[in-house]
């Protein structure tokens, strides 16, 4: 298939096709491709992890469609789609009828987008996205009884129940393509959440800068975890390092079990796949 690019793929000698209605299946949409993982509802663990890279929504349209696992039929089903625009409004505040307002006065939202809300883990909040109707057209036309989620709520769901007893604030970084997410907790409750675009590690330093000198955040105390497409080793690590005290990798919580075959998965790169509650 043109574009098909290398990815990830593991799968667990308990892994059974025939057994796919004992499964949940977690699949991440992505500008250039998917990433999907499968967990054992019997063995309580994660036995599969796979990703297809590719060009465009058109030939992820064609593979999802001719691919053996994906056409199956799951326990329960959930697809983790792109929102960079997103807006968030306290439950006591949002109206239903006015959820594109809402959007509309922060984003120019683009004609091929669908807008959608997400509730939130442990946040008296909804989370107002929008999505490249594309990826409606995919989850609709192959998994019509998915629970749709946008890749900011998978994450804000992951980090909040973690750490919502800590009683200081802490800031998490979950990085993508070209595009971050930033999460801010103080003692345990949200405080500032954003999506940024940068281009290099400079970029993404300064914005993180910027966020912690607007909220008067010590650089030589506050903690810094990052998440997603990120190395300890990585050049933004060591950069924010210079500015930054406490930098580090996200470590993943023993609440959440891997197979065997998935120990060389570096769980930090996929916090939003690896959480069964998501389809809780």
Do not use: W
Not at 84 to 101: F, G, H, M, R, W
Not at 164 to 173: A, D, E, G, H, T
Not at 246 to 251: A, E, G, H, Q
Request: proline residues 4%; contains cysteine.
């Amino acid at each position: 298939m043109t574009g098909l690019r290398s990815g990830v793929h593991y799968f667990d000698r308990l892994f059974d096709k025939a057994r796919s209605e004992k499964y949940f299946l977690s699949i991440r949409f992505e500008p250039d491709g998917l990433f999907y993982a499968v967990f054992d509802t019997e063995f309580q663990k994660y036995i599969a992890l796979e990703s297809s890279l590719q060009y465009g929504t058109a030939e992820l349209y064609d593979f999802i469609g001719k691919h053996e696992i994906l056409r199956k039929k799951f326990s329960k089903t959930v697809c983790i789609v792109p929102s960079s625009q997103y807006t968030l409004v306290p439950n006591a505040l949002y109206a239903p009828d006015k959820k594109e307002e809402y959007l509309s006065f922060i984003f120019d939202v683009h004609q091929g987008s669908q807008i959608h809300t997400s509730d939130l883990v442990s946040e008296d909040a909804k989370l107002i996205y929008a999505t490249p109707l594309a990826y409606d057209q995919i989850a609709e036309d192959f998994f019509l009884s998915a629970i749709l989620l946008p890749r900011t709520a998978a994450f804000i769901n992951y980090i909040l129940p973690r750490f919502r007893n800590v009683p200081s604030s802490l800031i998490f970084m979950n990085l993508y393509r070209d595009e971050f997410d930033l999460l801010v907790l103080e003692n345990g409750k949200m405080k500032f959440c954003n999506n940024y675009t940068f281009k290099a590690p400079e970029d993404l330093v300064y914005y993180t800068l910027f966020v912690m000198d607007q909220l008067s955040l010590n650089p030589e105390k506050a903690e810094v975890t990052m998440s997603g497409k990120i190395s300890i080793k990585s050049e933004v690590v060591k950069l924010l390092r210079k500015y930054i005290r406490f930098v580090n990798v996200l470590k993943f919580d023993g609440d959440t079990s891997l197979s065997y075959a998935l120990s060389e998965v570096e769980p930090h790169r996929f916090i939003d796949l690896l959480n069964p509650a998501l389809c809780e």
